[in-house]
T-cell receptor, first 113, second 117 residues
Framework: AQSVTQLGSHVSVSEGALVLLRCNYSSSVPPYLFWYVQYPNQGLQLLLKYTSAATLVKGINGFEAEFKKSETSFHLTKPSAHMSDAAEYFCAVSHAGYSTLTFGKGTMLLVSP | GAVVSQHPSRVICKSGTSVKIECRSLDFQATTMFWYRQFPKQSLMLMATSNEGSKATYEQGVEKDKFLINHASLTLSTLTVTSAHPEDSSFYIC?????????????FGPGTRLTVL
Protein backbone atom coordinates (compact mmCIF):
# COMPACT_ATOMS: atom_id res chain seq x y z
CA ALA A 1 0.00 0.00 0.00
CA GLN A 2 1.13 3.54 -0.61
CA SER A 3 0.09 6.84 0.89
CA VAL A 4 0.93 10.52 0.84
CA THR A 5 0.80 13.04 3.65
CA GLN A 6 0.89 16.75 2.92
CA LEU A 7 1.57 18.77 6.04
CA GLY A 8 -0.49 21.92 6.21
CA SER A 9 -3.74 22.36 4.32
CA HIS A 10 -2.85 26.04 3.86
CA VAL A 11 0.50 27.78 3.54
CA SER A 12 0.75 31.55 3.42
CA VAL A 13 3.79 33.43 2.13
CA SER A 14 4.58 36.94 1.04
CA GLU A 15 5.46 37.71 -2.54
CA GLY A 16 9.19 37.15 -2.99
CA ALA A 17 9.49 34.79 -0.02
CA LEU A 18 10.58 31.18 -0.10
CA VAL A 19 7.88 28.62 -0.81
CA LEU A 20 8.09 25.26 0.98
CA LEU A 21 5.31 22.70 0.62
CA ARG A 22 5.83 19.46 2.49
CA CYS A 23 5.11 15.96 1.26
CA ASN A 24 5.91 12.66 2.94
CA TYR A 25 5.15 9.34 1.36
CA SER A 26 4.83 5.72 2.33
CA SER A 27 5.58 3.00 -0.18
CA SER A 28 6.76 -0.58 0.13
CA VAL A 29 8.60 -0.35 -3.20
CA PRO A 30 10.70 2.40 -4.82
CA PRO A 31 8.25 5.22 -5.53
CA TYR A 32 7.54 7.53 -8.38
CA LEU A 33 6.62 10.93 -6.97
CA PHE A 34 4.76 13.80 -8.58
CA TRP A 35 3.72 17.34 -7.80
CA TYR A 36 0.71 18.79 -9.54
CA VAL A 37 -0.80 22.29 -9.36
CA GLN A 38 -4.49 23.09 -9.69
CA TYR A 39 -5.90 26.55 -10.33
CA PRO A 40 -9.56 27.20 -9.47
CA ASN A 41 -12.02 25.28 -11.62
CA GLN A 42 -9.25 23.74 -13.68
CA GLY A 43 -7.61 20.37 -14.05
CA LEU A 44 -4.19 19.43 -12.70
CA GLN A 45 -0.96 20.52 -14.31
CA LEU A 46 2.20 18.51 -13.82
CA LEU A 47 4.91 20.56 -12.09
CA LEU A 48 7.60 17.93 -11.79
CA LYS A 49 8.22 14.25 -11.18
CA TYR A 50 10.79 11.91 -9.65
CA THR A 51 11.20 8.49 -11.20
CA SER A 52 14.49 7.15 -9.79
CA ALA A 53 16.92 9.38 -11.67
CA ALA A 54 18.39 12.53 -10.09
CA THR A 55 17.11 13.14 -6.57
CA LEU A 56 16.85 16.90 -7.13
CA VAL A 57 14.17 17.49 -9.71
CA LYS A 58 13.54 20.79 -11.43
CA GLY A 59 10.10 21.57 -12.76
CA ILE A 60 8.20 24.33 -14.45
CA ASN A 61 7.68 27.87 -13.12
CA GLY A 62 10.86 27.76 -11.02
CA PHE A 63 9.75 24.95 -8.72
CA GLU A 64 11.97 22.10 -7.64
CA ALA A 65 11.75 19.14 -5.27
CA GLU A 66 14.25 16.86 -3.63
CA PHE A 67 13.67 13.15 -3.07
CA LYS A 68 15.04 12.10 0.31
CA LYS A 69 14.68 8.38 0.82
CA SER A 70 15.91 8.45 4.42
CA GLU A 71 13.20 10.94 5.31
CA THR A 72 10.59 9.53 2.90
CA SER A 73 10.03 13.09 1.76
CA PHE A 74 9.57 14.97 -1.48
CA HIS A 75 9.14 18.60 -0.47
CA LEU A 76 8.40 21.24 -3.10
CA THR A 77 10.28 24.54 -3.03
CA LYS A 78 10.55 27.78 -4.93
CA PRO A 79 13.04 30.51 -3.99
CA SER A 80 10.74 33.46 -4.61
CA ALA A 81 6.94 33.33 -4.64
CA HIS A 82 4.89 35.14 -7.26
CA MET A 83 1.27 36.13 -6.92
CA SER A 84 0.52 33.78 -9.81
CA ASP A 85 1.74 30.82 -7.71
CA ALA A 86 -1.39 31.00 -5.56
CA ALA A 87 -3.14 27.69 -6.19
CA GLU A 88 -3.73 24.21 -4.76
CA TYR A 89 -0.77 21.85 -4.87
CA PHE A 90 -1.05 18.07 -4.79
CA CYS A 91 1.68 15.54 -4.12
CA ALA A 92 1.13 12.05 -5.51
CA VAL A 93 2.87 8.68 -5.43
CA SER A 94 2.93 5.73 -7.76
CA HIS A 95 5.50 3.08 -8.60
CA ALA A 96 6.78 1.20 -11.62
CA GLY A 97 4.23 -1.12 -13.14
CA TYR A 98 1.35 0.34 -11.16
CA SER A 99 -0.15 3.30 -12.91
CA THR A 100 -2.68 4.40 -10.30
CA LEU A 101 -1.76 7.58 -8.46
CA THR A 102 -2.36 8.08 -4.77
CA PHE A 103 -2.85 11.76 -3.96
CA GLY A 104 -2.28 13.74 -0.84
CA LYS A 105 -5.06 15.98 0.43
CA GLY A 106 -3.54 19.05 -1.12
CA THR A 107 -2.02 22.29 0.15
CA MET A 108 -3.47 25.65 -0.72
CA LEU A 109 -0.71 28.20 -1.28
CA LEU A 110 -1.71 31.77 -0.52
CA VAL A 111 0.57 34.59 -1.67
CA SER A 112 0.15 38.07 -0.26
CA PRO A 113 1.58 41.28 -1.72
CA GLY B 1 2.69 17.99 -25.96
CA ALA B 2 0.64 15.73 -23.65
CA VAL B 3 -2.62 17.63 -23.90
CA VAL B 4 -5.86 16.17 -22.60
CA SER B 5 -9.21 17.77 -23.35
CA GLN B 6 -12.60 17.29 -21.74
CA HIS B 7 -16.01 18.15 -23.07
CA PRO B 8 -18.18 19.74 -21.90
CA SER B 9 -16.43 21.97 -19.39
CA ARG B 10 -19.68 22.68 -17.61
CA VAL B 11 -23.09 21.01 -17.72
CA ILE B 12 -26.35 21.56 -15.90
CA CYS B 13 -29.01 18.89 -16.13
CA LYS B 14 -32.27 17.86 -14.56
CA SER B 15 -32.50 15.05 -12.06
CA GLY B 16 -33.08 11.71 -13.76
CA THR B 17 -31.34 12.54 -17.01
CA SER B 18 -28.04 11.11 -18.24
CA VAL B 19 -24.93 13.10 -19.00
CA LYS B 20 -21.94 12.05 -21.10
CA ILE B 21 -18.47 13.51 -20.57
CA GLU B 22 -15.72 13.00 -23.13
CA CYS B 23 -12.01 12.80 -22.43
CA ARG B 24 -9.56 12.97 -25.31
CA SER B 25 -5.80 12.73 -25.54
CA LEU B 26 -4.95 15.19 -28.32
CA ASP B 27 -1.34 14.46 -29.16
CA PHE B 28 -0.64 11.00 -27.80
CA GLN B 29 -2.21 7.59 -27.55
CA ALA B 30 -3.54 6.52 -24.19
CA THR B 31 -4.04 2.85 -23.48
CA THR B 32 -5.13 3.81 -20.00
CA MET B 33 -7.28 6.69 -18.86
CA PHE B 34 -8.56 7.51 -15.40
CA TRP B 35 -11.68 9.18 -14.08
CA TYR B 36 -11.63 11.16 -10.86
CA ARG B 37 -14.19 13.02 -8.84
CA GLN B 38 -13.34 16.04 -6.76
CA PHE B 39 -15.54 17.59 -4.10
CA PRO B 40 -15.05 21.24 -3.10
CA LYS B 41 -11.80 21.88 -1.28
CA GLN B 42 -10.91 18.18 -1.33
CA SER B 43 -8.45 15.95 -3.09
CA LEU B 44 -9.15 13.81 -6.12
CA MET B 45 -10.95 10.52 -5.63
CA LEU B 46 -10.21 7.87 -8.24
CA MET B 47 -13.46 6.47 -9.59
CA ALA B 48 -12.24 4.06 -12.23
CA THR B 49 -9.43 3.03 -14.53
CA SER B 50 -10.36 2.81 -18.17
CA ASN B 51 -8.42 0.52 -20.50
CA GLU B 52 -8.82 0.68 -24.25
CA GLY B 53 -10.81 -2.21 -25.60
CA SER B 54 -11.69 -3.73 -22.24
CA LYS B 55 -13.97 -3.16 -19.28
CA ALA B 56 -13.16 -0.44 -16.83
CA THR B 57 -11.95 -1.24 -13.34
CA TYR B 58 -14.00 0.55 -10.71
CA GLU B 59 -12.83 1.56 -7.26
CA GLN B 60 -14.63 0.23 -4.24
CA GLY B 61 -17.88 2.03 -3.61
CA VAL B 62 -18.29 3.38 -7.15
CA GLU B 63 -21.44 2.10 -8.86
CA LYS B 64 -20.46 0.78 -12.27
CA ASP B 65 -24.07 0.82 -13.50
CA LYS B 66 -24.39 4.46 -12.62
CA PHE B 67 -21.05 5.64 -13.96
CA LEU B 68 -20.66 3.98 -17.34
CA ILE B 69 -17.21 4.15 -18.85
CA ASN B 70 -16.30 3.40 -22.43
CA HIS B 71 -12.78 3.51 -23.86
CA ALA B 72 -13.37 2.69 -27.49
CA SER B 73 -10.20 4.13 -28.97
CA LEU B 74 -6.67 5.02 -27.95
CA THR B 75 -7.59 8.70 -27.71
CA LEU B 76 -11.11 8.75 -26.32
CA SER B 77 -12.78 7.67 -23.10
CA THR B 78 -16.30 8.63 -22.06
CA LEU B 79 -18.01 8.75 -18.70
CA THR B 80 -21.79 8.64 -18.65
CA VAL B 81 -23.57 9.54 -15.46
CA THR B 82 -26.88 7.73 -15.72
CA SER B 83 -30.06 8.90 -14.00
CA ALA B 84 -28.21 11.76 -12.41
CA HIS B 85 -29.24 13.05 -8.99
CA PRO B 86 -28.22 16.20 -7.11
CA GLU B 87 -25.68 14.21 -5.06
CA ASP B 88 -23.84 13.44 -8.32
CA SER B 89 -23.07 17.13 -8.69
CA SER B 90 -19.31 17.43 -8.62
CA PHE B 91 -16.17 18.24 -10.57
CA TYR B 92 -15.14 15.31 -12.75
CA ILE B 93 -11.56 15.15 -14.02
CA CYS B 94 -10.03 12.65 -16.39
CA UNK B 95 -6.40 11.85 -16.95
CA UNK B 96 -4.53 9.85 -19.54
CA UNK B 97 -1.29 7.94 -19.49
CA UNK B 98 0.90 8.07 -22.60
CA UNK B 99 1.26 4.49 -23.85
CA UNK B 100 4.94 5.11 -24.57
CA UNK B 101 5.68 6.57 -21.14
CA UNK B 102 7.29 3.98 -18.86
CA UNK B 103 7.23 6.49 -16.01
CA UNK B 104 3.44 6.25 -15.66
CA UNK B 105 2.92 9.99 -15.81
CA UNK B 106 -0.74 11.00 -15.91
CA UNK B 107 -1.80 14.09 -17.83
CA PHE B 108 -5.01 15.68 -16.69
CA GLY B 109 -7.90 17.24 -18.50
CA PRO B 110 -9.37 20.61 -17.47
CA GLY B 111 -12.33 19.03 -15.71
CA THR B 112 -16.11 19.07 -16.11
CA ARG B 113 -18.38 20.78 -13.60
CA LEU B 114 -21.65 18.84 -13.36
CA THR B 115 -24.64 20.39 -11.65
CA VAL B 116 -27.77 18.29 -11.26
CA LEU B 117 -30.92 20.24 -10.41
Amino acid sequence: AQSVTQLGSHVSVSEGALVLLRCNYSSSVPPYLFWYVQYPNQGLQLLLKYTSAATLVKGINGFEAEFKKSETSFHLTKPSAHMSDAAEYFCAVSHAGYSTLTFGKGTMLLVSP
Amino acid sequence: GAVVSQHPSRVICKSGTSVKIECRSLDFQATTMFWYRQFPKQSLMLMATSNEGSKATYEQGVEKDKFLINHASLTLSTLTVTSAHPEDSSFYICSARDSRDWEDTQYFGPGTRLTVL
